[in-house]
Structures are given as structure tokens and as C-alpha cells.
């Protein structure tokens, strides 16, 4: 299982963006996102993202972790 990597909220928005998923709503800082009938919300704040908000997002879009991570480390 590959380490859950840190970075910045803008940049897993963009691999999020190249893997499928739309941003459908921006309200403030929070990005709703929607991959395949499922959403959830990206906080973009100018802190990393950490580790449990990266693999709760990913849940809650129905993306599986390692295969994102292995996608991340190829593009």
C-alpha cells in the first residue's frame, strides 16, 4: 500500500480534475466535487492537505486510494 502523500488542496483538485471528477459548485474555499454520482467537498486553504481529508474525499467519491496514488505518481 503506498504512502498517502502530503499536498497542497489546488493540486489534488487538479489531479481530481485529470482523473474524472467535476468541480460543480465553488462556494469561498470549499470546492464541491462530483465523480460518478458521488460528491464531496475539497476545503482549498493555503495549509496541505492532510492525510484523513485526502482519503475521506476519495471515499466519499468512490475512488479507490492506491490506484489514485499510482495515477498521481504517473501524471
Known sequence: MPKIPIIKPKDFLKY???????????NGSHHKVIYKN?????A????DFDRGSFSGVLKQLGIDMN?????????
Do not use: D, P
Open 16 to 26: 481530481l480534475s485529470m482523473y474524472g471528477c467535476e468541480i460543480i459548485n465553488v
Open 38 to 42: 458521488n460528491t464531496s467537498t475539497v
Open 44 to 47: 482549498v486553504h493555503k495549509k
Open 67 to 75: 490506484e489514485f496514488i499510482e495515477f498521481m505518481k504517473n501524471n
